[in-house]
């Protein structure tokens, strides 16, 4: 077995952690796509997507190192959101936590010289810098546009690539 019963767990905790990210994530879309704020729904559907990959990614490493996948009770998740402030600031605090989370599971993978895990992780510690940056700049996004929410759409739909593209483009100079 490549993994340790510790880091089998976490990593399991971890997995949970990324399923209520999917949750909360659709829970977001759902809230924007009902205020008829289309784009931004699609966006954060596309995020839940992208937390079950993270997910799914985490399972197959566990798997293939000879790990057991024992996925924990998953929290419910948000759904009172009462503005595209408020719902794009839990997704940051979100974000924020889960950087935490990652940093942890790195940790053990290095306390434990699991250099195969380190590895694995340290894609998801750069998938981190991504998505905090992005979901801070599309709140700064937010609070500059006051009400207009149309235009907050389509600024931040107009730029994503380049927002998703800060971390990238720092790791290609590497």
Not at 26 to 51: C, D, H, P, R, S
Not at 131 to 147: A, D, H, Q, Y
Request: hydrophobic share 45%.
């Amino acid at each position: 077995m490549l993994i340790s019963k510790n880091l089998e767990s976490a990593i399991n905790d971890q997995i949970g952690r990324e399923l209520g990210a999917q949750m909360q994530y659709v829970n977001i879309a759902a809230y924007f796509t009902a205020e008829n704020m289309l784009l931004f729904g699609k966006l954060f559907f596309n995020q839940a997507a992208e937390e079950n990959d993270h997910a799914l990614k985490l399972v197959r490493y566990v798997l293939d190192a000879g790990g057991r996948i024992a996925v924990p009770a998953i929290p419910q998740a948000r759904a009172d959101f009462k503005s595209p402030e408020d719902a794009v600031g839990a997704a940051l605090k979100w974000e924020e936590d889960v950087t935490g989370q990652i940093n942890a599971l790195m940790e053990i993978a290095f306390k434990e010289k699991d250099y195969i895990a380190q590895e694995l992780l340290g894609w998801f510690v750069n998938e981190q810098l991504e998505e905090v940056s992005k979901m801070s700049t599309i709140l700064s996004i937010i609070k500059r546009s006051g009400e207009n929410m149309l235009i907050a759409e389509q600024y931040v739909q107009l730029t994503l690539a380049d927002i998703e593209n800060v971390e990238g483009a720092q790791s290609k100079r590497s």
